[in-house]
């Protein structure tokens, strides 16, 4: 579904209000007018994609929950958590450069 070098992050017009003493923030989305409750998990995510690549989230991610969860778990949450924010309309997804452009 992602690839390594996909460039991930928040669509326009897209305002996080965190909740921290709820454990939670809130999405809204401007594009598609909804308002969107997050968990911890998909908040974090959601703070990560500031227009780094998959590979870089995914580092930075297992490093933040590497006390409760292992390398493969950590990489199957972050890849649920994504699909769920793209889906919502909070992240977008810009697709890396997979081949070299002859000049």
């Known amino acids: 579904m992602f690839c390594p ?18 454990g939670l923030a809130y999405a809204y989305t ?12 998909t908040w974090l995510i959601a703070t990560l994609c500031d227009g780094a ?3 870089e989230i995914e580092r ?11 390398g493969n778990a950590a990489r199957d949450t972050l890849h649920r958590g994504l699909a769920l924010l793209v ?7 810009t697709p890396g450069a997979t ?4 000049p």
Not at 5 to 22: F, I, K, N, Y
Not at 30 to 41: G, Q, S
Not at 60 to 70: L, N, P, Q, S, Y
Not at 99 to 102: D, P
Request: aromatic share 4%; net charge neutral.
């Open 60 to 70: 930075d991610f297992a490093e933040t929950v590497r006390r409760v969860a292992g």
């Open 53 to 55: 690549t998959l590979a």
């Open 30 to 41: 401007r594009a598609r007018p909804a308002l969107t409750e997050l968990n911890a998990t």
């Open 5 to 22: 070098t996909d460039r991930l992050d928040r669509a326009p017009g897209v305002v996080l209000r965190p909740m921290p003493e709820w």
């Open 99 to 102: 081949q070299e452009t002859a």
């Open 87 to 93: 889906e919502a309309g909070i992240v977008i997804r």
